[in-house]
């Protein structure tokens, strides 16, 4: 699987971008906590390094991900210095947002204290919140406002344009999300489209199943494939016979006795989206090293 998905508005996104790290103090990464690694554009920290700004990480969706790696995670960034948060966008509430606005503070600290110095007290702290596209963004932004202020869908691509809204105490630049223009890894390009990264209409819905399964299989993912899907403990066949007997099991068939394993595909990675399958994380803190 090899991924070239770049839309002509994301080389106008990453220029507006690099424009406008000049306007802001700091930058904030969103990451799908699914995919950590596989979710981190490789070319965002290079244009922070360019422009001399902080930056800390955001483990978005931290809900629909394994509790033990996201833990694992957050010593690995502990480890090299970068300051990260867990953060669940679509039910976290006054605690999970204080604990936002204090991590963007801490990181900001040194810069505060100068600016005290020279008589700057108060003025907001400009963030730039950047992220792949479906890594949420605008859902992390609408939470820390406490209201709708951004456009938000659970689809890649739905911001264009750039921004500014203001909240407790921040300036809050909402950027497109960029991914980067061709994504060689074949892991990460395969993690980033069963996650919805990637518009599904590019690819082959039953070749990502099925990678999915290999990956969920891998990790040791069996049982809640299992409870899911009705399915009995081994999982010992091979996953493009596990896909089609998921599909029997619910009763997807068509004309001759076939198993619909595009429908079944479908059923699948959206299952997985929404969390239905558990909480599952595909880049593992243990494989880092």
Known sequence: ???????????????????SLRQVDMAVEILDARIPLSSRNPDIA?????????GMIVLNKSDLADPAQNEKWLTEYKKIGVP?????????????NAEFINAVKKAFAEKTEKNAARGMIGRPIKIMVLGIPNAGKSTVINSICGSKRTKAEDRPGVTRGKQ????????????????????????????????GAIRDEILDSEELAVRL?????????????????KLTLPLTENTLDLLSHIGKKRGFIISGGQTDTERTAA??????????????????ADDIN
Not at 2 to 11: K, Q, S, V
Not at 46 to 54: D, T
Not at 84 to 96: D, H, M, V
């Open 267 to 284: 059923v699948l990675l959206d299952e997985f989206r929404s969390g239905k399958i558990g909480r599952v994380t595909l880049d593992r």
């Open 1 to 19: 699987m090899n991924i070239n998905w770049y839309p002509g508005h994301m080389t106008k996104a990453r220029r507006m971008i690099e424009e």
């Open 213 to 229: 399964l290999d990956i969920l299989k891998k990790y040791g993912y069996e049982k809640q494939l299992a409870e899911r899907y």
């Open 46 to 54: 290079p244009m922070l390094a360019k422009a001399n700004r902080p």
């Open 164 to 195: 500014w809204i203001s909240a407790q105490g921040l300036d809050i630049l909402d950027t497109p999300g960029i991914l980067w223009p061709k994504i060689e890894n074949r892991s990460a390009a395969e993690k980033l489209a069963v996650t």
């Open 84 to 96: 990260a948060i867990l953060f669940n966008a679509k039910t976290t509430g006054a605690k999970a």
